[in-house]
């Protein structure tokens, strides 16, 4: 009877798989007769009018877009060459309506891992986005930052001794779309103040760079072609002076105007109070909240209203600058505890970025392709937080000296199916800084628990 009861499943588990495959194969056998009709109708309008004729461009797009839905990126490549050309030849060599089809060709040769062809396409592009000849609007803005986020996947994915052209292209196209982005937005637009952060996050993860060291962290040392290089703590004050002078153009934004707004300058403080969290000053980022919680204050906010913003530690860095307490509070919060004045524990969950950077998370969105990966591979951690007060320690001969960082960490449990050093990843974990729990203004102590994510690359 039990030997019964397992062939029947088996057989089953057989037909249901098999039934599987054969809706694939017509899933398949549909999409392909799809892109056939289309191949088919292109062809028809070629004949009539010529490849490099406009009428062509709009089935062209659509065309390109279905191939690389249906990953074949081969073929995308040719289609989006051939309306390239179109444009070239009937709006110009710098047209700009050529920018939206030259981002979506990067796009598709990262697709296919072909970095090199992408690489040459990307320095084309930011020649051309460069020219003074552009006009300057939003679409202009919009093309440079998508271009800034291929780079930043460029540092992960590319060949690591490519990862610091990808740090200085991203942080000379940032350069450039604020300049751009102050043209092109009304005075006041806080949107410009987004745009400058992107520096400040650049500058948080070329210091992570430079602190792992490596060729990357030489490279980005490097003030000479002459091979000449800062020291690290020489490079790291570098980067830190540069994110400081980002974060006080954006609070003087707020404060140099005939009505200051006392709520974005505080909340700008709050983001500088997490950069000097960052490398570890403990009296300027005292300072700097406490600047932040007098401007919320004074902007109107109630004591209560900055406890509810202020209820949870935070895992440094925000992706995102906000300049109120409701578009902060509006967006995803990377603590997943909503009671956490009442039961004093957070929640977080960190995805790597790189296994190159361990401590670092992912400053963009991964939407180019799906990658192949085992679900479920993690580390589980508890932890505490002390407020701003300073832990110290050694780890492979170096002493560190980290404010809000996690104390008392244990490895509660972890899967993967890759070899992981779990030590560096535990000291890793050590290295992560938080915005502290204040609750009236004052740093708080919490327990914490943090799911730690493995990176894909």
């Known amino acids: 009877m039990r030997y019964l009861t397992s062939t029947v499943f088996l057989s089953v588990c057989l037909v249901s798989h098999a039934f599987a495959q054969l809706n694939e194969l017509a899933r398949l056998t549909e999409v392909q007769n799809e892109l056939d009709k289309t191949q088919e109708s292109l062809f028809e309008l070629i004949s009539e009018y010529g490849r490099l004729d406009r009428r062509l461009l709009e089935p062209l797009d659509q065309y390109s877009v279905s ?44 697709n296919q891992q072909d970095w090199e062809d992408a690489k040459e396409l990307m320095q084309h592009f930011s020649w051309l986005l460069g020219r003074g000849e552009n006009q300057v609007n939003e679409e202009l803005v919009a093309a440079l930052l998508d271009l800034i986020d291929i780079h930043l996947l460029g540092v992960v994915d590319d060949l690591k001794f490519n990862q610091s052209f990808h740090f200085k292209q991203a942080e000379r196209l940032t350069n450039l779309v604020n300049r751009v982005a102050r043209y092109s937005y009304a005075e006041g637009d806080s949107r410009v103040n987004a745009i400058m952060y992107k520096k400040v996050i650049q500058m948080y993860l070329q210091s992570i760079a430079v602190e792992a060291g490596g060729q990357t962290g030489i490279s980005l040392r490097s003030f000479s072609s002459d091979g000449y290089a800062l020291s690290r703590s020489n490079a790291q004050t570098s980067l830190y002076f540069a994110g400081l002078r980002a974060l006080g153009s954006i609070r003087e934004f707020y404060l140099q105007r005939e009505e200051p707004n006392l709520e974005g300058a505080g909340m700008a403080f709050m983001y500088r109070g997490d950069w000097e969290v960052f490398f570890d000053n403990n009296r300027e980022a005292q300072r700097a909240y406490a600047r932040g919680h007098e401007l919320l204050l004074r902007s109107g906010q109630t004591q209560e209203e900055i406890n509810d913003f202020t209820s949870q530690p935070k895992m440094l860095p925000l992706m995102e600058f906000y300049d109120s307490l409701d578009s902060a509070a509006g967006s995803l919060n990377n603590s997943l505890n909503d009671d956490g004045r009442e039961t004093n524990v957070s929640n977080f969950t960190f995805k790597q970025w790189s296994s190159n950077f361990p401590r670092a998370s992912a400053p963009i969105q991964d939407g180019l392709r799906e990658v192949e990966r085992q679900d479920g591979e993690y580390a589980l951690f508890s932890f505490n937080l002390a407020g701003l007060d300073r832990a110290s320690g050694w780890y492979r001969g170096r002493y560190s000296r980290n404010i809000s960082s996690p104390r008392d960490l244990e490895l509660i449990s972890q899967r993967s199916s890759a070899a992981v050093d779990w030590l560096e990843l535990t000291e890793s974990v050590k290295d992560f800084h938080y915005r502290p729990k204040f609750i009236n203004g004052e740093p708080q102590a919490v327990s914490a628990t943090l799911v730690f994510q493995l990176s894909d690359y």
Do not use: M
């Open 67 to 110: 191939l690389i839905e249906n990953e074949r990126f081969s073929d995308a490549d040719t289609v989006l060459d051939q309306a390239i050309q179109i444009i070239r030849v009937s709006e110009g060599l710098y047209s700009p309506g050529q920018f939206s089809l030259i981002l979506r060709s990067i796009k598709n040769k990262v």
